[in-house]
């Protein structure tokens, strides 16, 4: 066998062990988002507390994560203690809001997860029958969208949000973005 | 005796008298039937398209998952809304993209997913062909060459070595 023929045999078993420990690392259960580097469908709804009406557009030019969450979702309850951090973050924080869309939900059994976990200040839209969730594209709860002041998304969390989850996967991104918006920058 | 073939004669009665009566009930029950509203016949065809995205291989219109039902009354109010059927499609692929779909679509990746194999399988029976061809072909290059450093490793150390050998042996 020449040295061209033993270099192909050899090529094709590393690509398919290579395809196949792909095909092993990757989570059937995760769906990828066509919703990446697009602009961020319309997000609008009631209030979950109170007669407000919510509107994404009301927070152009910030930089917005859209929290899909539900009082029956386990996984939220662990995720919420990073909500809370980021609640008390945007008090400190002009560029950046927090919206919630509390889905497929009671209003009775939403309040009384907030009462037990904590009330966040931020807005919450209440999405019963799935509405906004399936304009955004949602599978399951928690799942999270950043979008940026162009009201483009550029990241989607499955799951719930790691710890300290701004400073390690908001900040960088926020950071390149500015030094991209920079006068001057490529 | 007489009994277990009584008895068996009524089932087989049974058995052939019912399809019988099934059969002439059916022009009845059809003219009973209500034709379908179009539109509710567009939701069904849309929504056994689209795929039940938390369950294994279900459409939305199969499947009794939370998710589903709501997508399916998203795809019933946008029929009744008067949107085109390739408009709510696009909706769904706009933010599930292609998994949504039942059935894959036609773009380059899954062309290559579909032609890989084929690909693959020409590849190695090319290849062998190719092997068998110089296995059983003593005229082609590489057979030859092989030919070659057997003839040069049996004249050299091979010759001497059974030289020995030979010498070794008490005659």
């Avoid at chain 1, 917005?64 to 939220?76: K, M, P, R, T, Y």
């Avoid at chain 1, 209003?107 to 976990?117: S, T, V, Y």
């Avoid at chain 2, 690909?119 to 003593?138: D, E, K, M, S, T």
């Amino acid at each position: 066998m020449g040295k061209l023929w033993k270099f192909i045999l050899l090529g094709s078993i590393v690509l398919i062990l290579v395809l196949m420990g792909l095909g092993l690392g990757r989570d059937t259960k995760k769906i990828p988002t066509a919703l990446l580097e697009k602009p961020a469908p319309i997000l609008r709804g009631p209030a979950l507390a109170g007669t407000d009406t919510i509107d994404i557009a009301d927070y152009k030019g910030k930089w917005i994560l859209v929290n899909f969450w539900g009082s029956w979702c386990g996984a939220c309850v662990g995720e919420h203690p990073e909500l809370m951090r980021l609640d008390r973050l945007i008090k400190e924080r002009d560029d950046f809001a927090v919206i919630g869309v509390d889905y497929k939900d009671t209003r009775r059994g939403a309040m009384a997860f907030l009462r037990r976990h904590g009330t966040p200040s931020y807005p919450m839209v209440f999405d019963p029958d799935q509405k906004v969730a399936i304009e955004w594209g949602i599978v399951r709860a928690p799942e999270s969208y950043l979008v940026n002041p162009d009201g483009m998304i550029i990241k989607k969390e499955y799951g719930p949000l790691v710890r300290n989850w701004f400073n390690t996967v908001a900040l960088p991104l926020i950071e390149a973005y500015n030094a991209k918006k920079k006068p001057g920058a490529s | 005796m007489r009994h277990l073939l009584q008895w068996s004669m009524c089932v087989l009665a049974l058995l052939v008298v019912t399809p019988v009566m099934a059969q002439e009930a059916e022009p009845a029950k059809q003219g009973t039937v209500k034709a379908e509203d179009p539109r509710e016949s567009l939701v069904r065809k849309i929504a056994s398209e689209l795929r039940c995205a938390v369950c294994q291989s279900q459409s939305v219109y199969d499947s009794n998952s939370g998710l589903a039902k709501d997508m399916l009354k998203v795809v019933r109010d946008k029929v009744h809304a008067g949107e085109q059927e390739d408009d709510i499609r696009r909706y769904f692929l706009e933010r599930y993209g292609d998994y949504i779909y039942m059935e894959p679509v036609m773009n380059s990746r899954n062309m290559a997913l579909w032609a890989g194999p084929f690909a693959a399988l020409l590849f190695g029976a090319f290849g062998l062909w190719f092997a068998i061809r110089n296995w059983y072909n003593p005229n082609t290059k590489s057979a030859s060459k092989a030919d070659k450093n057997s003839d040069e490793a049996t004249s050299g150390d091979m010759k001497s070595r059974i030289q020995k050998e030979l010498d070794s042996i008490d005659m």
